[in-house]
DNA sequence: TAGTGGTCTAGACCACAAT
DNA sequence: TTGTGGTCTAGACCACTAC
């Protein structure tokens, strides 16, 4: 191909197809070029022209099929998942009411095991590290989709003992932490999120079904009960089907 | 290398340094075997060993320097933009306010131009598509490093011949949507933002300095006066260093 | 059967970094 | 000078898809 600048070959033919697609020449759906049009439009060898491929497929611009060819990739609707306030008068959890109002049935899978609090852990619950916890791996489907992988850690020195120790089990299973919690006598106040972007993690991708390319979004959930941490929890959910929606006050102050 | 199953070459070896590099087995800043040890070790070609390495810096783990080697990233501190809530009374902007908190100087560059609304950006203000609105881009940078772009728009029919037409002149610069709208009687009560990621474009790679691997978290904040839209805006942050942290009630309804 | 993408080998030249 | 990663060529075999 013709070089004119520094710019790779790779680069260049990513470049121009990367324009193409954001700027609609490429709708949704049509397909690229095979490697071996690409070879003969640019001059170039296929090991080049896998490359240009390549970058667009890990940016999750388009998606390769075997035998069939690269397309470019429906630009996702993205559900988002709003995150205005947590009710306290509720007799589900938080997920199920989402898939609820989105027309899905939903399914939740969950496990529970105590272990010692780990250093970042005890440091969000505001406790000593090797406190005890009640560790919850949670998986969750819409219409038998995964969703979102999260993993829950409460102090064992609220819960033990009490119904609600295993957040899967006992008369008050599913019906999320606020609505436990009252139950124990434990008034959670608000809930504080941090949001992050990553690429997923190996088992990740197995348990989310995450196509190559895409990224997720990993919050980080703490409830406070006046500034007493009473749960935390690791939340996953594929960046290319999720957003977060939270509303935020204007305060005069 | 021995095959024992069908996972490609270039995964398994991907697999084994994500593995060393998630357990700590090679600590933040260590060096990753060279391509012609990575060859020897696991007996397969160059491309093959590139490969293996491409996939880790796809993922962020890794940054390589040409004559140097691969190395494992330093596990990025996110620096949490906190976003609990909006404060009417302010002298300053919101990203002034978080660059001073963190003991870090601030750069602000604007530019403004009146333009007519896309589709989606009249969908958002709740305006007909045409409709003229002043766009601004914005670029910050703090301590001299760009942290954010973002470009907003508001409808010239609020702002059309006051003071606050063009968001970066006049007397009240500087301050911020909240404050601007305050002066031409129209009171901002809540913004509503939606949390993304995907994959920098190449004039954000460009603004913001974001190495290969990483993702960008975008941010679509709205701002409203009673239901009424009064500003939006896009929001892109590199995802390697920055989260966002959000404050939500619990209420009784 | 022909075309596609997925994987892999065996070379090559270059710019940059360490020595 | 030597070793590194960055780029590139010219082949090859395979599994899957469409016809």
Redesign the pocket.
Known sequence: ?T?WTG??????IANDYRTKIIEGALPEGS?????????NEY????????????VL?NEGLII???????FVKPRQQIDRLARNRYRRRKLTGEFADDARRAGATANIEASSAPAPASNNIAARLKIDASTPVMRTAYRFLANGRPIQVSTSYEPLTLTEGTDIERPEEGPLAGLGVIGRMDSIGVRVTEAIESVTTRAPLPWEVEALDIPPGVHVLSIERTFLADDLPVETCDIVVPGDRYGLTYRIPVVDE
């Open positions: 191909m070089r710019t790779p070959a790779y680069a260049q397909k690229l070029p095979s490697e071996s049009e690409l070879m001059g170039v060898s296929r090991i080049v022209a896998r490359q240009a491929i390549g497929r390769s099929h075997t035998g069939k060819g690269s």
